[in-house]
């Protein structure tokens, strides 16, 4: 999990822990230092695949399709063939290795899941939950171990017991007391998995908020506790990789509505989970439809789909429900299943 060339940090945390702001002031702290950076921010809801796993999180989908025994098992598998988009594109582009990488929730939040998961199945106790952890990180290990993602992940916790939907948004399945509640210990399990690389920030305290500057300050100490003052990628370039990037390398061909596109980013920067899930189905659902066809040419992305929809089965009956026979055809197709 260690030998890697990139640098990456994993931000982690469940609802309501200030991670949007936390994140953003690091990524606008880290530019100020001139530091090359390629942010992104999962699930990327925009593409194919990310519109897929929005739909489900919002209306689920029939048994039939996604059998309650195979759901959380499922729904892992999609978060990582989303990973494996931006990976897909990542791996392909040398530059992006002299960048350091500002990732906005990363395998680790299958703690999420887990925890939605929990909710459903009765009598799951402590065995059941690393298994579930140990599923989720041979679905995601091929970003796990090359991008070194265990070097450097700051999970960030609030010390309040309370909860509540204060911004009254379109939740999800995930966005639930119940779920969030759980997923502090899930976490823990994963910190006791990864080690030494895993912290720990609190963002708010039984007084409120801390300041936005010491969380800042606390991350960056991590940052340089890990990889040092990075002076050979400080030319201030900044190269996101998200939508764009992805349909540009995996779906050629593919048509969108730019002016759908521009709400997306002004909703993805302005943090508006409204308007970002809206536009993003749309999206996503686009480029399906309009692709000529789907290319993944790096060889382990390659191997790694392949292996996750043969395995789990189910997102492949995920996907044809949410987006058609057509692209399902396309993809099998471009995979050579």
Known sequence: MENSDYRTICLEGGDQVGKADATNNLFLGLEKLNINLTPSSFPIYSTPIGASIRLLLKEGCPEEILPLENSLEARMALFALNRLEFMAVLLTEPKYSENFLLLDRSPFSNALTISYGLTSLENCNENDLMKYITMSLDLDSLMISKLGLGRCIVQLQSKRKSWENVRMEQGDQYEREEV????????????????????????????????????????????????????????????????????????????????KLEVYQTALKDNNKNEMYESAVILGKQVATSCAKVNISDKEVRSEFRRILINVPETVNILRYFLGDIFVEKLLKGLEI
């Open 180 to 259: 969030q509640e759980k997923c502090d210990t899930v976490y823990e399990m994963y910190k006791g998995v990864v080690g030494p690389g895993w912290h720990q920030v609190v963002t708010k305290n039984e007084f409120g908020w801390r300041g936005k500057g010491e969380i800042y300050e606390d991350i960056l100490e991590i940052i340089r506790a890990t990889y040092g003052e990075m002076n050979n990628i400080k030319n201030g370039i900044n190269q996101p990789l998200g939508f764009s990037e992805i349909t540009e390398t995996l779906y050629p061909e593919a048509t969108f509505d730019n002016a």
